[in-house]
Nanobody
């Protein structure tokens, strides 16, 4: 069984910074990519940032230049450094990972439970 556990969500003032962490554990053969998504009240879940196993990153336009995703393959962790936070960044942030649990298994997506980020104006 694979588990993703996020941490680091908090209440912060606009202009502030937060660092989210996500740890993957369980039976994991390999990780193709890890990502952060977010879902604000009344809105669809959206991709915030993604990092592939080779280190290639991708960001939503709304966070480019403010957020940085990084990963530690050995520790099976992914981080999201968020700077210059805006009230529009308020959402539940979810960790996502594309994982295969043994060599000949297909990759599939796993999700964490989410961590709340609230940015006050």
């Amino acid at each position: 069984q694979v588990q993703l556990v996020e941490s680091g969500g908090a209440l912060v003032q606009a202009g502030g910074s937060l660092r989210l962490s996500c740890a993957a554990s369980g039976i994991i053969s390999s990780i193709n990519a890890m990502a952060w998504y977010r879902q604000a009240p009344g809105k669809q879940r959206e991709l915030v940032a993604r990092i592939a196993s080779g280190g290639i990153t991708d960001y939503a336009d709304s966070v480019k230049g403010r957020f940085t995703i990084s990963g530690d393959n050995a520790k099976k962790m992914v981080y999201l450094e968020m700077n210059s936070l805006e009230p529009e960044d308020t959402a539940v942030y979810y960790c996502n990972a594309d994982i295969k649990i043994f060599t000949y298994a297909p990759f599939r997506f796993y999700w964490g439970q989410g961590t709340q980020v609230t940015v006050s104006s």
